[in-house]
RNA sequence: GCCGAUGUAGCUCAGUUGGUCAGAGCAGCUGAUUUGUAAUCUGCAGGUCGGGGGUUCGAAUCCCUUCAUCGGCUCCA
């Protein structure tokens, strides 16, 4: 007999060699139906995996994700067997389970193309396997028995990834006609997977290399039940209908020229206003926070990003140089603002006594990023950073560090940021010549990081490989409205930086001394803030950001005189206010305000003439009363101090 | 940059196998209407069907090429 402890502590004694899913049946046979994987003393295994010893054991319903783990590992190898009969001699790179589905690497041959038509196919075969109630089995084999069956297979992928386990621990699983090479888990069989959806194809490097074959990946999510399903791709649906791409539009806030060229956001006036409102509240908080704001070119010498080693890393990935009638003379689209910060830095002495100095800078950079990366206003190819160095010495790099953390807490928390992760990035130690600086730096830099986060109570994940080449770095990510994550604050430290530029301050000693710098931003730029914002909001702008605050409506045209002093009295407050004279009835022109989503519409009417008030109708909310239009000017005026004051 | 898809009026989209197929709705402009909390009616105007080649008696429709966009991959100072 063996010994199993639940969740909630109790223990139970099985004979031994149970399954998880016979316990579970044993429970209630409805739990067996509603269970998909076991942790079984920590590891996540199959349900029909025979359990031989005292052991803890929790059991995962769809809610738990290794329940989906299993569920869409198990669909990518139906998948997998639905290709493979559809698609002789397929071979497969990997197919796993991600945040939202699964997908599998296939190599359908050099002669065969699988498009998203071919997609309703793969969904069908599928279908018909699952309904086949085909049992996954699970089978330990040595290396060299792996290595024979996918030879036989001429799976050249397959052999590759089998050639670096090591033996002893290579598992294949079976269902129906297809075996895999798989860690597992599974389900015990395809009878769950009744709701199947195949989303997407793309292209994909195998192994993630660039150097490698593109490999054809297909996306595809599935559900114990259909509602799910259906629910879910609904979520897609609304997740659409707020991409910042498709809302920026309707609401003219910026658009894209080919003319101008790809990735050159341009700007219209409504979108310029939310920038403009972004950009005068962060410089009176950075004010309030004793940074010195400067101002520097759009251009460098090519010799300042030498200098900082930005050419020899990023050089031949830019904007080339652009050549001056001056022979010799070379410059370049600024890719960023640091070196020329370092510069403005060494324009005067430095006495450790002034230090922190914080250098804030609203700079607009170019970058040339690969045509296929850009993406709406979250990558560009010039955007503004809400930039900003600090020089400190080395005693002071923790506090400041600190500080910096606090100031996009603070920013995130009056923008009611919440859905955010922070995130660690260190160099990748077995890949040392991708980056810049001495190791006892980096480790130096690493550990401020990490202690400063820790100290500020911010929860983080570490990444590895993932560091700025000159530094590590404090990362705040959010995901937009279809799950991709973007990265907005960060916070970056670097030795290199002074070194390069040779930066000093006179110590107490009266010795020359090497500052610490720190790249920070916050917005990380301000396309992709306002992007995020967007979708956040669903352009429904806090009041303070709304490029127009109210729209006033007059019942018909016989008001408009009345309307054009409202006006003027609220433009006049620095309240931005449009008029809709048009001849159309009040519900035309509320539906057409509520859809711009401006936040006040004014209605005027001969009542409202009469008591010289205004109807006030709050966006999404309805009619909100009469008031007078001093009331509704300090009304405003409150809201906005509270929405940005805390 | 790579793989795949897409590209028709300002916007959202129809256009079967190449032959009145250049259309609709919204937006715009007209005229009528003068309206009380999410769509009043009339009329008009708008497009070398992304660009450039080609096949054909004939191309939005087929082929080639190029540009851009979308979904991923790679990259992201």
């Known amino acids: 007999m063996i010994k199993i402890t639940f969740p909630d502590g109790t223990a139970r004694e099985y004979k031994n060699g149970i399954s998880s899913l016979e316990i579970a049946e044993q429970i209630s046979p409805r739990l067996a139906k509603e269970v998909y994987a076991a942790t079984v003393n920590g590891e996540i295994r199959d349900l029909t995996r025979p359990i031989d010893l005292d052991a803890t054991l929790k059991l995962h319903k769809w809610e738990d994700e290794a329940a989906k783990l299993a569920f869409w590992h198990s669909s990518a190898h139906l998948m997998a067997e639905a290709l493979e009969s559809l698609y002789p001699g397929m071979k497969f790179g990997i197919g796993p389970a991600i945040e939202n589905g699964f997908y599998y690497d296939v190599d359908p041959g050099d002669e065969t193309v699988i498009t998203e038509s071919d997609l309703q196919t793969v969904e069908n075969r599928m279908k018909e396997l699952a309904a086949k109630n085909l049992t996954f089995s699970r089978r330990e084999v040595s290396k060299k028995e792996a290595l024979y069956i996918f030879k036989k297979k001429s799976d050249e992928y397959k052999t590759e990834l089998i050639s670096e386990l090591v033996d002893g621990t290579i598992t294949l699983y079976t269902q129906g006609n297809f075996t895999d090479l798989c860690r597992g888990p599974h389900l015990p069989s395809t009878e769950p997977l009744k709701a199947i959806k195949l989303l997407s194809v793309a292209g994909a490097y195998w192994r993630g290399n660039e150097k490698r074959k593109m490999l054809t990946r297909i996306y595809g999510i599935t559900f114990p039940k259909q509602k799910l399903l259906d629910d879910y791709l609904v979520f897609l649906e609304e997740a659409k209908r707020r991409d ?87 410059f370049m689209l600024k890719p960023m603002n640091c070196p020329h910060h370092c510069e403005i830095y060494n324009a005067t002495p430095h006495s450790y006594k002034d230090m922190p100095l914080r250098m804030a800078e609203f700079g607009t950079v170019y970058r040339y990023e690969q045509s296929g990366e850009l993406h709406g206003l979250t990558r560009v190819r010039s955007f503004t950073q809400d930039d900003a160095h600090h020089f400190c010495r080395p005693d002071q ?133 306002v992007a995020v914002l967007i979708e956040n909001t669903a352009g429904k702008f806090p009041l303070w950001l709304a490029p127009e605050k109210a729209v006033i409506l007059p019942i018909s045209e016989k008001f408009n005189d009345y309307a054009g002093k409202v006006l003027e009295i609220l433009n006049n407050s620095d309240i931005c206010t449009l008029i809709d004279e048009r001849s159309e009835k009040i519900g035309k022109k509320i539906r057409d305000n509520e859809l711009k989503k401006i936040p006040y519409l004014l209605i005027i009417g001969e009542k409202e003439v009469e008591n010289e008030t205004i109807a006030v109708r709050k966006q999404g909310e309805g009619d909100k009363g009469s008031m007078k239009i001093e009331e509704f000017v300090s009304f405003i005026n409150s809201e906005i101090k509270k929405e940005i004051a805390f």
């Not at 972004?278 to 030498?306: A, D, E, Q």
């Open 244 to 330: 910042h791409r498709r809302i920026g539009k309707e609401l003219e806030l910026f658009t894209f020229s080919q003319k101008v060229g790809m990735g050159l956001p341009l700007w219209l006036p409504k979108g310029s206003d939310i920038r403009q409102n972004l950009i005068n509240f962060l410089t009176s908080v950075l004010r309030k926070r004793g940074y010195k704001i400067v101002t520097t070119p759009h251009i460098g010498n090519v010799n300042l990003y030498k200098t900082s080693g930005h050419f020899e890393k990023y050089g031949t990935d830019s904007f080339q140089p652009i050549s001056t009638p001056q022979e010799g003379e070379q």
């Open 397 to 529: 790099l923790r506090e400041e560090f600190k500080s910096i953390i606090d100031l996009i807490l603070y920013i995130f928390k009056i923008l009611n940021f919440n859905d955010f992760t922070a995130q660690v990035s260190l160099r990748d130690p077995e890949n040392k010549q991708k980056y810049i600086g001495s190791d006892e730096n980096w480790e130096r830099a690493e550990r401020d990081i990490i202690e400063a986060a820790a100290e500020k109570n911010l929860e983080t994940t570490v990444v590895i490989g993932e560091a700025a080449f000159y530094g590590p770095k404090l990362d705040f990510m959010v995901k937009d409205a279809i799950g991709r994550k973007w990265q907005l604050g960060t916070i970056q430290v670097d030795y290199n930086l002074p070194e390069r530029f040779d930066l000093t301050y006179n110590g107490s000693d009266n010795q020359k001394h090497r500052p610490v710098m720190i790249h920070r931003t916050i917005f990380g730029s301000l396309e992709r803030f």
